[in-house]
């Protein structure tokens, strides 16, 4: 994911226009809901409409409910990571979630059975935003 939006910052990825800003935000709201969704399947999230403290403070309407109660937004993660740069690696803000599920601890039918193609998720996340508006 950080090569992903490495590319991105670099405008190697979108053959359109890269410096059009409604093409990246797309990409990054795309980038962000997958995230999200491997946070559902791997970390015991659950997508939640945000109040409106933690919409100010995320810059978003949705964000996640941690196993452990926190509150995490990967939509604003992956776009500071795109703003700032590889300090703030996809990579390392996954590694460190408290409740994660290791790959070798996953059961593989149940990893298979909860599969979804990329448009459901974006689609799922954008029912739920539009939910909140």
Do not use: C, H
């Not at 809901?33 to 015991?44: F, K």
């Not at 109660?69 to 993660?77: A, N, Q």
């Not at 740069?85 to 990893?111: C, F, I, K, N, Q």
């Amino acid at each position: 994911m950080d090569f992903l939006i490495d590319e991105l910052r670099n405008g190697k990825t979108d053959p359109t226009d890269p410096a059009d800003p409604a093409d990246l935000g797309r990409n990054l709201f795309g980038l962000g809901a997958y995230v999200g969704e491997v946070l559902v399947r791997n970390a015991g999230s659950t997508w939640i409409d945000l109040a409106e403290p933690e919409r100010d403070y995320f810059q978003q309407r949705v964000g996640m409910r941690m196993a452990d109660g926190m509150l995490r937004s990967p939509l604003s993660k992956v776009a500071n990571r795109y703003e700032v740069g590889p300090e703030e690696s996809l990579e390392l803000y996954y590694l460190t979630l408290p409740g994660r599920v290791r790959a070798r601890d996953r059961a593989p039918d149940r990893v298979r059975d909860r599969v979804q193609a990329p448009d459901r998720v974006r689609d799922r996340v954008r029912v739920q935003m539009r939910a909140a508006a």
